[in-house]
């Protein structure tokens, strides 16, 4: 099939364009620089995906549109950044999904969106059916999925690719978050029982492509079956690097005064289950975190 990815020069984007490659599919990489460590019969455009351009034209020609793109929100969240982040995710479908006014066959459109959609949700278990949340990352998660479901209006599959926390080796939060135990300064944040809701990054991977092959659309949670407290994974990421556990939880209050409204982020959280994902029946690479966390940081 023909594949049209944005945000393929992401740790994910990488990973999932050297996968499509490897199964032989025809793969074209969305890039603002033109370039990407990828073989060289991997299609590399240049283009902003947050700007219309000539880019657009090659769209309407694909069987399957993989859109990654987004600014990262592991950051201080002032005014500027929030416009950023919502732009990067908004901006960029809304120029996809344009463009497949153009196509003359049926696409399939899978779209990014994340776990963030639910809100804040204590212990509450989330499948796909849940309501959405209200905070800044909630509403953006709404306006993203509308945007992407627009594909659907104009006759083509949409498939929305709700995120957990990426957990990889060469990129994403698992690489931040370890850090600090490696000097043996790892410890829990807030009251430790906020959850976390992860996915191993070949899990992602293969999901894309199990999903390619179903006859399915909506949304579609991707996170492991198992999600863990934050206390669970401080404890499982101490086990793995052999670092004890020694220091009390951060404050709330200290994470909010270094990180402003993204703290929030980190302190409540989301226990978000696959539902959808188990009903069909994939299986799970690494369902546990104490496996991905081996896989990730052992050497």
């Known amino acids: 099939m023909k594949v049209f990815i ?47 351009g000539p880019w657009q034209a090659d769209v309407s020609d694909q069987d399957v549109i993989i859109n990654l793109a987004g600014a990262s929100i592991f950051q201080r969240w002032t005014d500027e950044a929030k416009e950023q982040i919502r732009n990067s995710r908004i901006q960029t479908t809304k120029n996809l999904v344009d463009a497949l006014r153009n196509a003359s066959h049926h696409v399939l459109l899978m779209s990014t969106s994340a776990v963030g959609y639910y809100g804040p949700s204590g212990d509450e278990i989330l499948t796909e059916e849940a309501p959405p949340g209200s905070d800044f990352l909630a509403r953006l998660a709404v ?6 479901m627009r594909a659907a209006n104009l006759g083509h599959k949409v498939i929305i690719m709700r995120f957990g926390i990426v957990l990889g080796r060469r990129g994403g939060a698992l ?32 999901i ?38 020694i220091l009390p939880n ?39 975190l104490e496996d991905a966390l081996r896989d990730l940081l052992e050497p």
Not at 210 to 234: A, H
């Open 6 to 52: 944005t945000g393929g020069t992401g740790f994910v984007g990488k990973t999932l364009v050297q996968k499509l490659y490897e199964k032989g599919h025809l793969i074209t990489v969305l890039s603002r620089q033109g370039k990407g460590p990828f073989p060289n019969e991997v299609k590399i455009l240049t283009g902003d995906p947050t700007q219309r």
């Open 143 to 148: 306006d993203w999925e509308r945007e992407a």
């Open 175 to 206: 690489q931040f978050m370890a850090k600090p135990f490696k000097y043996f300064l790892g410890s829990g944040l807030g009251s430790g029982k906020q959850y976390f809701s992860w996915i191993h990054e070949r899990d992602l991977v293969e």
């Open 208 to 245: 894309f492509l199990f999903l390619m092959g179903k006859d399915i659309s909506g949304p579609v949670n991707c996170t492991s079956p198992n999600p863990v407290t934050n206390q669970e994974l401080t404890r499982l990421i101490g086990k793995v690097l052999k670092r004890p556990v």
């Open 250 to 288: 951060v404050p709330g209050f200290m994470l909010r005064l270094l990180l402003g409204e993204f703290a929030q982020v980190i302190l409540t959280g989301q226990r978000v289950i696959p539902e959808r994902l188990t009903q069909m029946g994939y299986k799970f690479l690494f369902p546990k």
